[in-house]
């Protein structure tokens, strides 16, 4: 049953996947702590968080940025509903949340001071193709924000269980961004943990 469950993390839908969310919201808590001391945000900053999924990372973005703005993109009409749910005393504010694909991102050229990535690009299809969409909407300068649970790709507990799901190492994931055009900021690991954070900047 769990495993059929885990399925939903790559595109919630139906009651599995308001489970999911719920889940994701709560575990994945600390991770998004840790990841966001890695970025230095502005209260006027202007950020996107690409696979949104329930919406708590949106949240706490929007408590860092109240004169900025903040937008939430997710492929699952689930993790949409969900998210807006969650943000509804800002959606028409300073906050919008709408379906999106990272293959063909739904904004202009030059939009965003940040991106942020929690929990989601291990099921990004082509990351070099799919992280220069990212570079194409950020700000000069801008930065773009990468944060994942597991980041030992030896580590293929979760992968086993969830179709489509591919682990990258700080190596890999450095490499990548760099052939997309980003100067690699930051790199981290946390202490006793596969935690990984890493930071590119748009030249």
């Given amino acids: 049953m769990l495993d059929g ?9 139906g009651l599995g ?12 808590a600390k991770l998004a702590d840790w990841g966001l001391k890695h970025i230095n945000l502005k209260s006027t900053d202007y950020v996107l968080d690409v696979g949104c999924g329930g919406g708590a990372n949106i949240a706490k973005l929007l408590e860092s940025c109240p004169n900025g ?6 492929y699952s009409e689930e993790s949409v509903k969900c998210s807006r749910k969650r943000n509804i005393n800002f959606i028409k504010k300073n906050c919008e949340i709408k379906i ?3 293959n063909n991102i739904p904004y202009k050229d030059k939009s965003f001071d940040i991106v942020t990535a929690f929990e989601t690009i291990y099921f990004w299809p082509n990351l070099c ?4 969409e990212v570079e194409r909407i950020l700000k000069p300068k801008g930065c773009f924000m990468i ?33 997309a ?15 990984i954070c890493l930071v590119g900047r748009k030249k």
């Fill in 5 to 13: 469950l885990f399925q939903n993390t790559c595109k919630p839908k």
């Fill in 17 to 28: 996947g308001k489970m999911i969310l719920k889940m994701m919201n709560s575990g994945h």
């Fill in 69 to 74: 703005f903040v937008a939430g993109i997710d």
């Fill in 100 to 102: 999106g694909n990272v």
């Fill in 129 to 132: 193709e799919n992280f220069k």
């Fill in 147 to 179: 944060c994942c649970e597991e980041g030992n790709p030896a580590n293929d507990k979760w992968s086993k269980k969830i179709e489509g799901m591919t682990v990258y190492s700080i190596i890999q994931l450095k490499n990548i961004l760099k052939s």
């Fill in 181 to 195: 055009g980003f100067t690699v900021i930051q790199e981290d690991q946390k202490q006793n943990t596969s935690w």
